[in-house]
């Protein structure tokens, strides 16, 4: 097993992807990811990749477009505003079918915001900011460690599912530092290795075979369209089956079931702690895919002993549909959460679950 380093969350990030196989980052610098840039600036061009600083976030998701379209391993980052500036690029990309890794070190809004951590992008990352009908799988990591396994693993999977992977974390997590163990580096495809690896690539014109590829967003005609959307969602089909992830903690006997992800899921469980002592048993589900939403958690409730289900955010309530549609009626769901950039504290979280347990009595 690998020693463990102690690293920033930003620049842990940064260096997660190149081991996870991107050789291309393109990006804007914005509060609080902008040592993501600042890192991969230095170290991806070391180890045989390109590092291209665009003029706007609008450039940069339109820089991916291009060298995933190619063949490359496409890694690119942002903060909330230049995430929403990203999204019709990722409409287009999930319509011609091109891999890239999108990581939103978000931060709290509306509008501008603040460069405070929230998690008010929840809805725009799961439902797509961008035009038409296509999906996005989001990964939620609530440890530096996690977030880098996820990257790695995001990689991977954007080329399996020729499809954007995205993964919502926050700017608490990405200014903190914390031991973590890197994943081995992963080979970098030759550019001869391109043709055969990625077959559908922009790799050049086949002179044997006399065919070139093409990739495209654009159908014209109706019909051509229907049936592009019909085999995109195919794929998701697919992934609705293979891709949902949660963790779940102290179900059986608990009164109240928490439902957080990210930094909030680690304050959770600070005030499962506070709860216990005081005699009222909690727990915990985690979602680690935001979409997929991981539905079928919900089916491990204690029914004899859950009295209700909270849903704790750093958003006005943005998840608490999907944690609704999970627990289909079958118990009370409430919210908690902080907005503008505020994290709520532990005893803030403790005495608002009291007093919403008691509230049912």
């Known amino acids: 097993m690998s020693e463990k380093v102690l690293m920033k969350g930003n620049e842990a990030f940064g260096e997660a992807a190149i081991l996870s196989g991107c050789n291309f980052y393109f990006g804007y610098p914005i509060t609080p990811q902008s040592e993501i840039p600042e890192y991969l600036s230095r170290e991806l061009p070391k180890r045989g990749g390109c590092f291209i600083q665009a003029e706007s976030e609008l450039a940069a998701i339109n820089m991916a477009y291009g060298a995933a379209a190619a063949g490359g391993n496409a890694f690119i980052s942002s903060s909330a505003p230049g995430i929403a500036l990203m999204q019709e690029g990722l409409s287009f990309m999930c319509c011609a079918e091109v891999p890239v890794v999108v990581l939103n070190v978000s931060r709290c809004g509306p509008g501008i915001g603040g460069i405070q951590p929230g998690q008010a992008d929840y809805i725009q990352a799961t439902r797509g900011g961008g035009n038409g009908d296509y999906k996005i799988p989001v990964f939620a990591p609530s440890t530096i460690q996690e977030a880098i396994d996820m990257i790695y693993e995001a990689t991977y999977l954007a080329n399996k599912w020729r499809n954007p992977m995205m993964l919502l974390t926050d700017g608490m997590m990405g200014q903190m530092m914390e031991p973590v163990?890197?994943?081995?580096?992963?080979?970098?495809?030759?550019?001869?290795?391109?043709?055969?690896?990625?077959?559908?690539?922009?790799?050049?014109?086949?002179?044997?075979?006399?065919?070139?590829?093409?990739?495209?967003?654009?159908?014209?005609?109706?019909?051509?369209?229907?049936?592009?959307?019909?085999?995109?969602?195919?794929?998701?089909?697919?992934?609705?089956?293979?891709?949902?992830?949660?963790?779940?903690?102290?179900?059986?006997?608990?009164?109240?079931?928490?439902?957080?992800?990210?930094?909030?899921?680690?304050?959770?469980?600070?005030?499962?702690?506070?709860?216990?002592?005081?005699g009222i048993k909690a727990g915990l589900i985690r979602p680690k895919t935001l979409w997929p939403y991981p539905y079928a958690a919900f089916d491990e409730l204690d029914f004899n002993s859950t009295k209700v289900v909270i849903s704790t955010e750093l958003s006005k309530g943005q998840m608490i549909e999907d944690v609704r549609l999970g627990v289909e009626g079958r118990l009370p769901v409430e919210l908690i959460y902080r907005t503008g950039g505020v994290v709520p504290t532990t005893p803030e979280v403790v005495e608002r679950a009291k007093k919403i347990l008691e509230g049912l009595k």
């Not at 990739?215 to 992934?239: C, G, N, S, W």
């Not at 891709?243 to 779940?248: G, I, K, Q, R, T």
């Open 181 to 278: 163990v890197l994943p081995e580096p992963r080979k970098l495809l030759t550019s001869e290795e391109i043709p055969q690896a990625k077959p559908w690539a922009l790799s050049g014109f086949d002179h044997k075979n006399g065919q070139r590829s093409l990739i495209r967003a654009l159908h014209m005609q109706p019909t051509d369209l229907e049936i592009q959307v019909e085999k995109i969602f195919t794929k998701y089909d697919a992934m609705e089956k293979e891709l949902p992830a949660y963790a779940a903690e102290g179900l059986e006997g608990a009164e109240i079931v928490f439902v957080a992800f990210g930094l909030m899921s680690r304050l959770v469980r600070e005030a499962i702690e506070m709860l216990a002592e005081e």
